[in-house]
Nanobody, 127 residues
């Protein structure tokens, strides 16, 4: 049974930083972070494709480019999201997700492409 467990959320002031972690037990090459704010749809934040090279090919939503960094440590079975220069609009429940192992195609943070989800970790950014 695939399990994804997020940690690292919390409350910070605008301009601060947080690092989210996700422990996983799947060999999925395509993994991503999503977020969902109250009353809004779940949106993709960042994705990483470890098939491309050992460091992983990454992609980001325009709203977080230059501020967030996704990374993966295969030896530790961990996915990370480093979030810097946080803004109040980054407040949301953040989810780690994995595409089905063996899935081909482009790795992008689209909800429909991901089968496995964590329970979420709350990030709250105040003014």
């Amino acid at each position: 049974q695939v399990q994804l467990v997020e940690s690292g959320g919390g409350s910070v002031q605008a301009g601060g930083s947080l690092r989210l972690s996700c422990a996983y037990n799947t060999g999925s090459r395509c993994m991503a972070w999503f977020r969902q704010a109250p009353g809004k749809e779940r949106e993709g934040v960042a994705s990483i494709d470890s098939l491309i090279d050992s460091l992983g090919s990454t992609a980001y939503a325009d709203s977080v480019k230059g501020r967030f960094t996704i990374s993966k440590d295969n030896a530790k079975n961990s996915l990370y999201l480093q979030m810097n220069s946080l803004k109040p609009e980054d407040t949301a429940l953040y989810y780690c997700a994995a595409a089905p192992p063996g899935r081909g195609g482009v790795c992008q943070a689209a909800v429909a492409d991901f089968r496995y989800w964590g329970q979420g970790t709350q990030v709250t950014v105040s003014e």
